[in-house]
Every structure is written in structure tokens, then in C-alpha cells.
């Protein structure tokens, strides 16, 4: 699953370096620990 966490992020950070807004939302929050900084940091950005 960690890898799919790290495919969406990558493509948010694209979109945001073309200047878009991007806000973000969880419909589903997992039970899986993450380990990875970055995804971490993702996670803090939800609305």
C-alpha cells in the first residue's frame, strides 16, 4: 500500500509545481503506519 501513497503524492507535488491549488482530503482514513517523511507530511496537509 506504501507504494500508492507515494505515486499520489508525487503527482500532487507535479501538479503544485505547475501552479495549482490543491486541497486535500481523506475519505477513508487508513489504519496502515506510515513511514515514509514525506507521506507523513501529506497526511498533515489534509483539510
Not at 16 to 25: A, D, F, S
Amino acid at each position: 500500500m506504501q507504494e500508492i501513497y507515494s505515486f499520489i503524492r508525487r503527482e500532487i507535488q507535479q501538479l503544485e509545481i505547475l501552479g495549482l491549488k490543491i486541497q486535500r482530503y481523506s475519505i477513508r482514513y487508513t489504519q496502515d503506519e506510515l513511514v515514509d517523511i514525506k507521506d507523513i507530511q501529506e497526511l498533515e496537509k489534509q483539510i
